[in-house]
C-alpha cells in the first residue's frame, strides 16, 4: 500500500458545507441514517457488513454509494479487519457535484444502495488522494484546503463508479432481453418487484437502471402497466367477474383494481368492458 501504510490515525473533518472524511483503519462505526449520502471506499483486506440488513463481504477495492433510507453495519460488533475511507456529503453537495460532472443521481444510485468492485489500477488511483486528505487533516490545513481535497476524492468516486457500473451493464446487457421473455408468460402477471430482482438475478440498483433505460420507467410501473394491459384484454375478450380478474393479477382488493385502472384509462373496468368488450363468455384458462 506504499504511503497509505504509513497513516495509522483516522482524520475526520467537516467543512461546514456538507462533506466529512474518515479514512478508518481500527473500528467501524455504523452509518446513521441522517440526511447524507455515504461513500466508502475499502482500500485494505475485506470484512462481511450489513447493507439494509443483507450480509456481505466487502472486499480491497470496493467501492459504493449508499442513501439516506439506507444503513450499513459490521456483520457482528467488533473491530473491523478492513480499511476503509468514507465522505459523508448532503444532498445538496452531492447534486451541485454531480451537475458539474454531467451526471444526475439516477445514473448512479437507482436504489438506496449501490457497489462495483474496482480493478487494481482503479484501486491505486485512489490512494494519493485519500492520502492528501489524511495528510491535510494531520498538518492542520485550513477547511478550504481539506474541503478541496476531499472534493476531488469525491468527483474521483462518482465518475469511477459510474464507469463501473456501465461497464458491468453492458457486459451483461443479455440478460435483461431475457428476463423480458420471462416476464411475457402468465405465471407472471401477478409478480412483484422483489420477485423481478430475483428472478434476474442482479441486485435491485442494477434491475431498476436496466428498466429505466429500456422501458423509461422503474420495475413498479413496469408490471403496473402490464398488469392494466392484462385487465383490458380480459375485459375486452372474455366473461370474467371483476373480482376473478383482480384477484388473478394479484390486487389486493377490488377497490384497489378500480381505482388504479381508472388511473391509467381514464374510466373504470365495467365502463371500459361496456365499450369495448365482445358478448363472448370464454373463461379464465381457455
Known sequence: MGNADKLRRSGTMDDGYGLSFCWNRTVFIPFVNDGSYVIFFVTSREDEFLIDGERCTLSSGTLGLIGPASSMSLASGRITRCEMAVIRVSEEKLSATMSLLGLSL??????????????????RDF???????NYLLEKGASATQVGGAITDV??????????????????????FESLMR???????????????YELAGFSAPVVIGA????T??????????????????????????????????????LSHFIKLFR??????PGEYRSRYGSSGLTSLTE
Request: charged share 30%; proline share 2%.
Open 154 to 175: 469525491l468527483t474521483h468516486s462518482l465518475v469511477t463508479l459510474h464507469r463501473a457500473l456501465d461497464e458491468i451493464r453492458n457486459e451483461n446487457s443479455g440478460w
Open 106 to 123: 439516477d445514473d448512479i444510485l437507482s436504489g438506496s444502495s449501490v457497489k462495483a468492485k474496482l480493478c487494481d489500477e482503479a484501486l
Open 263 to 268: 388511473k391509467y384509462e381514464g374510466m373504470t
Open 127 to 133: 490512494i494519493p488522494l485519500l492520502t492528501e486528505v
Open 182 to 196: 420471462k416476464l411475457s408468460a402468465p405465471e407472471f402477471i401477478s409478480c412483484r418487484a422483489d420477485d423481478i
Open 211 to 214: 428498466f429505466r433505460k429500456n
Open 216 to 253: 423509461g420507467g422503474g420495475v413498479s410501473e413496469y408490471l403496473q402497466k402490464r398488469r392494466i394491459e392484462c385487465a383490458r384484454r380480459l375485459l375486452e375478450v372474455t366473461g370474467l367477474q371483476l373480482t376473478d380478474i383482480y384477484e388473478f393479477l394479484g390486487y389486493s382488493s
